[in-house]
């Protein structure tokens, strides 16, 4: 049996270190290797340092000390490029023949796509929570909305259309509708979602978005750039709904840049195990991928962790529901959408949908 092969086929990251430095990294393998210390793809040996304060150097040196295993179910590891990586810790000893710890080994285990499948089941929880509490909302309010409405047009009526009384009838009437057509937004949150999915050309959805934001875009002085796959295959999708979701983002990434810039749409086919849903049994799904990218001036992490909450919004207007109501279209696409952003540097929006087949 090929063990190098074995080691390099492995999903984690596996550190070997001497007792001589328990923070020197002798050998390192495993596929995952890659996402936790950006070491390269394919290299099975590795050359290089961790941090000499870092929980897995400390719980290494333990192992080295004691000859025992330590683990930790969550800490966090520093990438090469600076990124925190939170990993799950099992260390080991190695010993030789006389039965003395030579070296220890490390297994790390990156948590980051648990813990975002973790971030998708909250929000999903939330937005339920949400709409059940619109189906009470819209009970208790329309009736008195109704009410309000017939006695303003009686009003209206009597005074006559030459009343100076009639504009502010009028400003009456426009509000109580305002206020019904907020009632219809949060039931979209609770309304089951009823899908006409079919085979879908996404690049032609995606110009009759761009068709009806150009002059947003050109009075922003936005560039609206393209970059599409051309082999890319048909979604199965609802047209109406991947609109409106569509619309949303492109919207959003217009009003993010005041001061010019470039809007990119990107697709392409992608693979992923977490935004890519999986059926139990069939393994990962090839899925669509289409990204929405901006220049703006990012989202700071606070509110990055809130924007798929409902009714949350930095705008000075809007019911902060629209990032909400994309969420449940495409979980009910049996896709996803994903955020990537911070403070400067702009921010991406990556929605996962399913190939017709």
Do not use: W
């Amino acid at each position: 049996m090929n063990y190098e092969a074995v080691l390099a086929g492995l999903p984690d990251a596996v550190i070997a270190v001497d007792r001589r430095s328990a923070h020197r990294v002798l050998e390192l393998g495993g596929r995952g290797a890659h996402g936790a210390l950006g070491a390269p793809r394919r290299g099975a040996v590795y050359q290089g340092s961790l941090p000499p304060d870092a929980s897995v150097v400390r719980r290494l040196g333990e192992t080295l000390a004691t000859g025992e295993s330590r683990s930790e179910a969550e800490s966090f590891v520093e990438r090469g490029d600076g990124r925190r990586l939170p990993v799950s810790i099992v260390t080991a000893p190695l010993c030789g023949r006389d039965g003395q710890v030579e070296a220890a080994v490390v297994v790390l285990r990156d948590l980051s796509r648990i813990h975002q499948l973790e971030a998708e089941v909250r929000r999903g929880e939330t937005l339920a929570a949400a709409g059940r509490m619109a189906v009470g909302l819209a009970h208790e309010v329309r009736n008195p909305l109704g009410a309000i409405r017939g006695a303003v047009q009686l009003l209206r009526r009597e005074l006559g259309p030459d009343s100076r009384l009639g504009e502010y009838t009028d400003v009456l009437l426009t509000e109580v509708d305002r206020v019904n057509r907020i009632i219809e937004t949060l039931l979209d949150l609770a309304r089951p979602i009823q899908l006409r999915a079919v085979p879908l050309n996404l690049h032609q959805l995606l110009e009759r978005v761009t068709l009806l934001s150009e002059e947003g875009a050109r009075e922003r002085e936005v560039a609206l750039i393209r970059r599409y796959d051309p082999s890319l295959p048909p979604i199965l999708g609802d047209e109406d709904r991947l609109l409106q979701v569509f619309h949303n983002l492109v919207r959003n990434g217009l009003d993010a840049m005041e001061r010019g810039g470039r809007l990119t749409l990107t697709t392409r086919v992608s693979l992923n195990p977490l935004f890519g849903k999986m059926d139990l049994g069939a393994g990962q799904r090839s899925m669509v991928e289409v990204q929405v990218t901006d220049e703006g001036p990012g989202i700071p992490e606070a509110v990055r962790a809130r924007i798929f909450d409902p009714f949350f919004t930095t705008k000075d207007k809007g019911l902060g529901l629209g990032l909400s109501i994309c969420h449940r279209i495409l979980e009910e696409h049996r896709g996803a959408i994903q955020v990537d952003s911070a403070a400067g540097r702009g921010t991406s929006v990556t929605c996962f949908l399913p190939i017709a087949k």
